[in-house]
C-alpha cells in the first residue's frame, strides 16, 4: 500500500535561518506530488506542484522554493525565513485526479 | 480562474442535529469535487468524491454531497452529527493536475 511520510512533525525557527522540509512517497510511482501550507482562516494555498522529477510548478511567488530530486521525494525549502513563512505545512500526492492523499503536516513557526 | 468558496467559516450544531456545510465553485466545465476532513494537528481525509453520474454522491461517517450544477455547489450534508465529527471540513476541486481548497469550515459539536 501507499505512505507518505513528511518531517518534521513541528519546527521552530529563527527568523532569517533556512527551512528544508522533506516528503516522501512509498508503494507508487511517479506521483504527482503537492505543497500546501495552511495558515489560521486562510485554508489550504497551494504552494508548488510536481508531475516528474526536476519539474516544478509554483502557484504564488513567495519565500519559498521546491525540488524534486527523485521520483517520490519532495523537498520544500527556504533560504531566509520570515515571520509570515509560519504555518502548518502539508504534502500530499496523487496519481491521477481522482484523490489527494496527505501527509501528517509539518508545524513550522519563524521566531 | 477557479475557485472555491466555503462562506461559513464556523458552524455550531447540537449533537444529533442534522449538518449541512455549503460549498460553491467557480469552473468553466464540471471539475472533480471533494470533501476531506481536518482533525487538529493532522492531514487532511477523504470523505467523499464526485466525478461524473449520479449528483447525490455517499461517503465515509455517514456523510453525503449533492452536486447541482446549476448552482455550482456541491454541498456536504449529514443527517445525525455525532461529537466526533467535530473537526475542519475542506471542500476542492481539481481542474487538472491541481487541486484547490477552500478556506474551510470549523464545526463545532455541543452536547
Known amino acids: 500500500s501507499q505512505t507518505i511520510h513528511q518531517w518534521p512533525a513541528t519546527l521552530v525557527q529563527p527568523v532569517g535561518s533556512p527551512l528544508s522540509l522533506e516528503c516522501t512517497v512509498e508503494g507508487t510511482s511517479n506521483p504527482n506530488l503537492y505543497w500546501y501550507r495552511q495558515a489560521a482562516g486562510r485554508g489550504l494555498q497551494l504552494l508548488f506542484y510536481s508531475v516528474g522529477i526536476g519539474q516544478i510548478s509554483s502557484e504564488v511567488p513567495q519565500n519559498l522554493s521546491a525540488s524534486r530530486p527523485q521520483d517520490r521525494q519532495f523537498i520544500l525549502s527556504s533560504k531566509k525565513l520570515l515571520l509570515s513563512d509560519s504555518g502548518f505545512y502539508l504534502c500530499?500526492?496523487?496519481?491521477?485526479?481522482?484523490?489527494?492523499?496527505f501527509g501528517q503536516g509539518t508545524r513550522l513557526t519563524v521566531v | 480562474a477557479q475557485s472555491v468558496t466555503q462562506p461559513d467559516i464556523h458552524i455550531t450544531v447540537s449533537e444529533g442535529a442534522s449538518l449541512e456545510l455549503r460549498c460553491n465553485y467557480s469552473?468553466?466545465?464540471?471539475?472533480?469535487l471533494f470533501w476531506y476532513v481536518q482533525s487538529p494537528g493532522q492531514g487532511l481525509q477523504l470523505l467523499l468524491k464526485?466525478?461524473?453520474?449520479?449528483?447525490l454522491v455517499q461517503g465515509i461517517k455517514g456523510f453525503e454531497a449533492e452536486f447541482k450544477r446549476s448552482q455550482s455547489s456541491f454541498n456536504l450534508r449529514k443527517p445525525s452529527v455525532h461529537w466526533s465529527d467535530a473537526a475542519e471540513y475542506f471542500c476542492a476541486v481539481n481542474t487538472g493536475n491541481q487541486f484547490y481548497f477552500g478556506t474551510g469550515t470549523s464545526l463545532t459539536v455541543i452536547p
Open positions: 464526485y466525478f461524473s453520474g449520479d449528483t
Open positions: 500530499a500526492w496523487s496519481i491521477d485526479d481522482t484523490e489527494a492523499f
Open positions: 469552473y468553466g466545465a464540471t471539475p472533480y
